[in-house]
Structure formats: C-alpha cells, structure tokens
C-alpha cells in the first residue's frame, strides 16, 4: 500500500482559504465571546510586553555599550505573548485586519462590515455613541485586557516598581508617543503589522505546534527589535509609562500615538491581504472546480478547515462540525 507523507506546511493557497473560513467564522461568533478573548488576548500579549520591559529596562549597562543587542533581546522575548495568543485562539485586532478584508474580497463576509468596523473600531475608543461590531468588540477586549495587565498585574502589584525600571517605562512611552512625529508612528505601523500579518500566515500554515512557535517567533523578533509600533502592545506600554509619572497625557497618546498607530497597522495588514487574496484566491472554490482539478476533493467534497481537518461545507457555506465517514466493508 502506498503512504503518503503528510507536508509539514500547507500550500499558500490553502492558507488564504483558511484565512477566509477564519474570517466567516469571526463574523459569526457571538459577541460576548469574541470580547471575552479580546480580553484575554490583550493580556497574553502584555505577557510579552512585559517581559521585554523586564530585559531591556534592566540591562541598563549592555544599553549603553550595545544597545542594538538590547533590543534584539527584548525583540527575542516579547513573542511569547502572541504564540500563547494564537495556540489558544484568542482575538487580536491587527490580524483581523488581514482576515477581514480577505473574506470581504471573496463575499464570505458582507462588503458593509469591513468600511463599518474599521471606522467604529477606532472611533471605539474616543466614542461609545455607535452600536459594537466585530473590530469595536476586538478593539474594546483588547485595550481593556492591555490595561487591566498595565494597572493590576504590573503597577500595583509592584514587580518593577523600582529604579530602573520605573525611568525605563517612563521613557519608553515617550518614546513611543511623544518624539516621533505623527508620520513616523503611521509608517512604524505598517511595518509592524506587515509582519505581525506574515507570522499569523506562517502560524495557520504550520502543522504542529513547534512549527507555529518558530514561524511566529521570526517576524514579531524582527518587528520588535526595529521599533515598529503595534496599536494593542502600545496599550499596555505606553498607559504603562504614563502609570508611573511620564510627562504625558493620555489625550496626547490617543490623538499621535494610538490613531496613528491603527491606521499604520491597517495599511501593513493590507500589504499581506491583498496580493495574496489576488495571488490565491483568484477562483476561490469556483464551484468546486479547483479543488477536483487540484486532486483536493474526494468523496463530495471534504475540504480543509481553519485547524487543518477534514471538515464538510454545509448548505449556507459556513464551515460545519466535523465529520468522520467510515465507508461499509
């Protein structure tokens, strides 16, 4: 009998599809769900926001003699916030930018929710007067998980309430929101999340789960390690900072800071949604066609699903539960 070996990664146009299949899900998963790993997911990520201030903000004296090896090491850290984020299927904002605008693309999800959440899910944080969608949900989870993180497991509770890591948290939220231009943060958000999007693409493209860590763990080093600004790890760094006694307000850090950021941070996710949503989804399913033609289809259609199982498509082409057929003897 012929054995086949199972690739260790998917095919890019698998990928893409299970970019979608994650975006129609997304779209229909109850809200109070997706708040509640928003939540989580701004925690996980100030885990590794954490971390990187623990490194960097310590190593006062490499800082000085070699600062470019500081900040490969708080960049070699801070990952474990989004590896734990994506191993447990939690909610952050700057991948949805990619996922959404690719399930828009291709119809799996309404054209009117794309335009709709991108300017409520910002407007979310200045103004509560419009009603919750998918980004404002993500947006709200993520900012109250980040601050919950800053103010009660890291302020209060006093693990770096002293020298010199109290200077370090402040000058690394003016650094962050105060000195750069309003430019600079747009165009550091989308180089940030051009590579947040490329490690959550290697992630779904990776079998197991070691697999998923090292395709994660590259680009979120690099992104760190360059300074680039991502719109979530900023909630927890730069209230952070202001927490302990920077010379900045929080009016100031949403209007140049956090806008600035968001809007760099969509245009990064769409550097990665839109070619590969040309590139691979060009005939996305056509019927069924491409997958025959590709050898993918057997017995009606088994396809695969956002974990890599064989999964059947329902009749409202939502992603079903999975199904197991055992064929007679």
């Known amino acids: 009998m012929t054995r086949f070996e199972t690739p260790t990664t998917f095919k890019p146009a698998q990928v893409a599809e299970i970019m979608v299949e994650h975006g129609i899900v997304k779209h229909n998963t109850r809200g109070d769900k997706i708040f509640l790993k928003a939540v989580l997911a701004g925690v996980m990520l100030s885990f590794g926001g954490l971390l990187d201030e623990i490194i960097s903000g310590g ?59 991108w300017f409520l899910g910002m407007s979310a944080v200045i103004s509560t007067r419009y009603p919750l969608t998918n980004w404002t949900l993500v947006t709200f989870g993520n900012l109250c998980g980040s601050l919950f993180f800053a103010a009660v497991l890291t302020k209060y509770s006093g693990i770096i309430s002293t020298e010199p890591y109290i200077s370090y948290a402040q000058d690394f939220a003016l650094k962050k929101a105060q000195e750069p231009e309003w430019y600079q943060i747009f165009l550091r958000g989308i180089g940030c999340n051009w590579l947040v999007c490329v490690a959550v693409w290697q992630a779904a493209g990776a079998h197991d789960t070691l697999s998923k860590i090292v395709a994660t763990w590259i680009p979120i080093m690099i992104f760190v390690s360059a300074s680039f600004d991502h719109v979530i790890a900023n909630m927890f760094s730069v209230p952070l900072g202001i927490l302990f006694g920077a010379d900045l307000t929080v009016a100031e850090y949403i209007r140049k800071s956090l806008i600035a950021s968001y809007l760099g941070n969509i245009v990064g996710a769409l550097i990665v949604a839109l070619p590969a949503t040309y590139l691979w989804l060009g005939d996305y399913h056509a019927g069924g066609l491409r997958e025959v033609e590709e050898g993918e289809t057997l017995n009606g259609g088994a396809r695969l699903n956002g974990d890599g199982d064989s999964s059947h498509e329902t009749k409202n082409g939502k992603a079903g539960e999975e199904i197991f057929e055992v064929a007679p003897r």
């Open 59 to 117: 190593s006062a004296g490499i800082t000085a003699n070699n600062p470019g090896l500081v900040k490969v090491l708080g960049g070699a850290v801070f990952p474990v916030g989004l590896i734990m984020i994506i191993l447990q299927g939690f909610e952050l904002l700057t991948s949805n930018m990619m996922i959404f605008p690719m399930a828009c693309l291709k119809g799996a999800v309404p054209w009117w929710g794309l335009p709709w959440n």
